[in-house]
């Protein structure tokens, strides 16, 4: 575990997914620790248009990985800006770059006070210590 | 993210649990053992197998010795296969069958000597298996069989370059050794079975030795092959290895629901040596073809089929994947699994349900790798 990142300026979900907050927009990702559980990724479905919206614990989509497939539950719920179409070519940046060229979905946010359930950084590695 | 995962402790360790947690292997639960499922990464592990070597540690799976005149009588009645044939220091791939022809077990039989056998067994399985093959043997007078999985381990050096690596750790010249064939004699000083059989579908050895030894064989194999790179493989690249040579492994392809022929391993059942367990059955199977037959397919569209996953033709569901995964140095998405006999023709287009989304696939000819 001391060899993974986990940002102190990101949130964090017990479901294993980042928040980066910006504004009334955030960007959400899998953690440093989920690509590292998932080993060598091979194809994520986002199947998401712009304008749809995505519910609070409700599923965002699909990863596969060599091994296995899991599923991505979204910590928030929002309105779809935008997710990272470059994953469709390039999975392995969930591996590689995780909280930058492995971004999946960004979302405006619903309700803003659903951020005061997410975990910072150090309360996320004491979570995952315990697990 | 949500992953299933089920832990049943306490779960066993292999002789070699100190070595993995040395090279920071990720240790998950495997039919109630605690093995490395991979080291750097499944991808960089397969492709040291296909294109230099790999080294796995095995030490999980069973070995029951099979001693006395009439080792031959009680394993001929036992398996499917024809023991008879088998020379001294000579291998073979077979099952345990039930009395209705479905498979107990898929096993390796090795000839040692005059009336002296071993069986591998696959580790989930080697609790049952020995009370199968003992309650058999109780028909035969002279027969004894022995556990001896605890005391004996087994490592797995695999690849193109895995007879140039282990070579000048042994006097036993390795190209004399055929496939399916063993040889006792020592490796790093320690004595153990050579034996050029594997699950990878590639070239390689597996090595028997005594559990006590076995951590210093890994550490000395793993030295000798850095130059080569080699690098130790877990139970993931195993995985892909097989699939992609279109291997059975059990609880997948195989399980008490599957007779051998369904699984296409028509060629290891041999009705004329005579009757054994399961051979009625398995001889109706024969003259009326089975019901259902092991394919491969290949996705024609993006997604990775898995193993449990409907296979459909229209809105007509045809069979069930047993085992699926993205095929790294076949570059597809591939899987195994049992369709209707009518629909298992190669080139035949069919869906495949992933999670409720019917996705375009294939039927191709197994297996879908072979070394040149």
């Not at chain 2, 209705?100 to 049952?128: F, Q, S």
Request: hydrophobic letters at 40%; glycine letters at 10%; a negative charge.
């Amino acid at each position: 575990m001391a060899s993974l990142n986990h940002p102190g300026d990101l949130k964090y979900s017990k479901t294993d997914e980042w928040v980066r907050v910006e504004g009334d927009e955030v960007v959400i990702g899998i953690t440093d620790y989920a690509q590292d559980q998932l080993g060598d990724i091979v194809y994520v479905e986002l199947p998401w248009e712009s304008g749809e919206n995505i519910a609070f614990e409700g599923k965002f989509g699909d990863i596969e990985s060599v091994k296995a497939t899991s599923e991505l539950m979204s910590p928030l719920s929002g309105d779809v800006i935008g997710s990272n179409e470059e994953l469709k070519e390039h999975p392995e940046y969930i591996n590689d770059y995780p909280y930058e060229k492995g971004w999946m979905v960004r979302l405006k946010l619903s309700d803003p006070s659903q951020l005061d359930n997410l975990l910072n950084a150090d309360q996320y590695l004491e979570y995952l210590q315990g697990r | 993210m949500t992953t299933n995962d089920s832990a049943v402790l306490p779960l066993k360790r292999t002789p070699l649990y100190e070595q993995h947690r040395a090279l920071g292997a990720r240790l998950v639960e495997f039919g109630g053992w605690e093995m490395p499922v991979q080291y750097s990464g499944i991808l960089s592990e397969h492709q040291a197998v296909r294109t230099r070597a790999g080294l796995f540690d095995v030490s999980h799976m069973g070995e029951f010795k099979v001693e006395g005149e009439d080792s031959l009588a009680f394993l001929q009645y036992l398996v499917p296969n024809d023991v008879s044939r088998l020379a001294i220091q000579q291998a073979l791939y077979t099952q345990l069958c039930l009395p209705d022809g479905n498979v107990i077990d898929d096993l390796l039989i090795y000839h040692l000597a005059e009336n002296h056998y071993m069986l591998v067994v696959n580790a989930a399985n080697i609790d049952k298996d020995f009370a199968w093959v003992q309650e058999q043997a109780q028909r035969f007078q002279h027969v004894s069989i022995t556990n001896q999985s605890d005391t004996t381990a087994l490592i797995a050096l695999q690849g193109p370059l895995a007879l140039t690596i282990l070579q000048p750790l042994t006097r036993i010249a390795l190209e004399e050794i055929t496939y399916y064939h063993f040889v006792p004699g020592e490796v790093a000083g320690i004595h153990c079975l050579i034996s050029r059989t594997g699950y990878t579908g590639e070239d390689g050895f597996e090595l028997y030795c005594a559990s006590a030894d076995v951590a210093r064989l890994w550490d000395e194999i793993l030295v000798a092959g850095k130059p080569q790179g080699l690098l130790p493989a877990g139970l993931g690249a195993r995985d892909t290895l097989r699939l992609e040579a279109g291997l059975c492994l059990y609880g997948h392809e195989l399980d008490e629901q599957t007779n051998p022929l369904e699984a296409r391993l028509g060629w290891t059942v041999k009705f004329k040596k005579g009757s054994f367990i399961g051979s009625d059955v398995l001889k109706q199977v024969k003259e009326q073809g089975p019901k259902r037959l092991l394919v491969g397919i290949q996705l024609l569209e993006r997604g990775v089929p898995r193993g449990g996953y409907p296979l459909y033709t229209g809105d007509q569901q045809i069979g069930q994947l047993t085992s699926g995964a993205p095929g790294p140095t076949v570059q597809q998405n591939i899987g195994m699994g049992y369709v209707e006999t009518a629909h298992a023709v190669t080139g035949n287009q069919i869906l495949v349900d992933i999670r409720g989304k019917r996705v375009p696939a294939q039927i191709v000819a197994l297996p879908f790798y072979k070394r040149k």
